[in-house]
């Protein structure tokens, strides 16, 4: 994929790693980028060279989202970066947690490719990058609802894959271990400075890979538990 060519969409760009991705793709050379958020926020200054537009964006909304794909209708890069990780086991958490962390991660995710593959078809190509987790591939008890979220993420972009093969749209699938964001607020584990793993995706991204490991946690463990090493 050609940088300068690109046109990029990320959605949950006002903080934590979305915001990080905003500023590796604009630090990387990408003109143009349409930065997806539910509310109003201050843009840092990415300098002359890049246009960062602020979009409206609740990846719930279907009416917000079929709006967003008219009026990003140049963009040939999306990334789904926006989730959400209520705490608690199965026992636990209750069933409205589980149902926001579906509509978030999963059903938030599906909308959005579903929306955004034919635009970025009709622009010449380019792709789909899913914000998974490692947690896709291990689950991870204590987040029972987030798990099995990104669980049914990761099989649904299996499924975009196969349904876009032959198409001009590649669907990446990035699987983080710990970021230091907002998210992970308060919870003992090993972490990543969201920067350093927002570039590290987009050179993984522009370099052409399927199957994104951005951190050293995801590096070690990732290949084997997706059973590619
Ligand atoms: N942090 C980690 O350790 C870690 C590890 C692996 C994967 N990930 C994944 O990385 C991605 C980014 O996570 P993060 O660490 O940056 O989390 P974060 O700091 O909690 O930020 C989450 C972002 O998602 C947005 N969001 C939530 N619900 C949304 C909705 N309905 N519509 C639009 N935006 C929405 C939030 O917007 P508001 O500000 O409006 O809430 C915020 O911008 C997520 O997909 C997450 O699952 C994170």
């Known amino acids: 994929m050609k940088v300068d060519k690109a046109v990029a969409l990320v959605t949950g760009a006002n903080r934590g790693l979305g915001q990080s991705l905003v500023k590796a793709l604009a630090e990387a050379g990408v003109a143009r980028i349409y930065a997806g958020a539910r509310g109003r926020f201050d843009l840092p200054d990415f300098g002359s060279g890049t246009s960062v537009l602020p979009l409206e964006l609740d990846i719930t909304d279907g009416a ?19 989730g959400l990780l209520p705490h608690g086991g199965a026992m636990s958490v209750s069933e409205k947690d589980l149902l926001a962390a579906i509509e978030v991660n999963l059903m ?11 635009v970025i078809e009709a622009n010449g190509g380019g792709a789909i990058v899913n914000i998974l987790s490692l947690i896709s591939l291990q689950n991870a008890p204590p987040f029972a609802a987030y798990s099995a ?30 970021i230091d964001t907002d998210m992970l607020a308060g919870v003992a584990a090993a972490k990543a400075h969201p920067d350093s793993v927002a570039s590290s995706i ?6 052409g890979d399927a199957n994104v490991f951005p951190d050293r946690v995801s590096a070690i463990h990732g290949p084997a538990l997706l059973g590619i090493s």
């Open 108 to 118: 938030g995710t599906w909308r959005m490719a579903r929306a955004f593959a034919p």
């Open 149 to 178: 979220a990104k669980y049914a993420s990761w099989a649904m972009t299996q499924s975009f894959r196969d349904d876009l093969a032959g198409t001009s749209v590649r669907v990446v699938a990035c699987f983080p271990g710990g």
């Open 64 to 82: 917000q989202v079929a709006r967003s794909a008219s009026h990003a209708s140049d963009v040939t890069l999306l990334i789904n970066n926006a």
């Open 202 to 207: 987009v050179e993984a991204v522009m370099r």
